[in-house]
């Protein structure tokens, strides 16, 4: 079962920032798991929301504001938002890195960072995993680099999901504890996709879905796992 830290390990330090991605390393999760969004410069940002107000002490949209703007703002303990790029360089080798695409334009800009950090960096696609709720971004994404294997997420679980997970090429789907019962995740191994599960931070829930046999689990408390 892989130990996956969601944004980094939130519970110790700030979502989405290196200090949380370099916790969830040394409390050894298997892959850490962060989100992107292309800024009004066009690089990759990590940050989870389309708005900086939850998690910095700035207003308005990611896609409005320019790398310099973002920079500038506080996202708790001294951390600033980072580059795609910065996380990628802080973690090298050390764990796989689960890349959820949010907004327009991440798709393709993923894809050549990824590419980059092969080529130049001696990275192997297997230390990367792409999701998305959008399906269209993992489309595209797949047609630009299949050789790196695609994570369908989904709100609540609609009884097309695994479907559309195999017309995707999907490796795994990505399911909310709140919707996941072991009746799902055997008909999903059936068809031959991995199961992982979001967000599970109670013993007892950890647990649960270990006995229901899942393949992943997403913690904001990664060290309970």
Request: net charge negative; glycine share 6%; with cysteine.
């Amino acid at each position: 079962m892989l130990k996956i830290g969601h944004r980094g390990a939130p519970a110790y330090e700030p979502e989405n920032t290196l200090k949380s991605f370099a916790k969830a390393i040394i409390l050894w999760v298997d892959m850490i798991e962060l989100d992107v969004h292309a800024c009004a410069t066009g690089e990759l940002v990590v940050i989870h929301d389309d708005e900086v107000d939850r998690t910095t002490d700035g207003h308005g949209l990611v896609i409005e504001k320019s790398i310099d703007e973002l920079r500038k703002l506080d996202t708790g303990n001294g951390e600033k938002i980072p580059l795609l790029s910065e996380v990628l360089d802080l973690v090298d080798k050390e764990v796989q890195i689960n890349i959820e695409l949010k907004g327009p334009h991440t798709a393709e800009k993923t894809s050549q960072l990824i590419g980059q950090y092969v080529t130049d960096k001696g990275r192997n696609y297997d230390d990367f995993l792409v999701s998305s709720f959008d399906h269209e971004q993992l489309k595209t994404f797949h047609t630009l680099n299949p050789y790196i294997k695609i994570w369908a997420l989904t709100e609540g679980y609609p009884e097309w999901f695994l479907q559309s997970a195999q017309d995707l090429w999907a490796y795994s789907v990505n399911l909310d504890i709140n919707f996941i019962t072991k009746a799902i995740i055997d008909d999903a191994h059936q068809k031959g996709l991995k199961v992982m599960v979001r967000t599970v931070d109670g013993v007892e829930d950890i647990e649960k879905m270990k006995a229901f046999g899942v393949d992943g689990i997403f913690s904001n408390v990664p060290d309970r796992l």
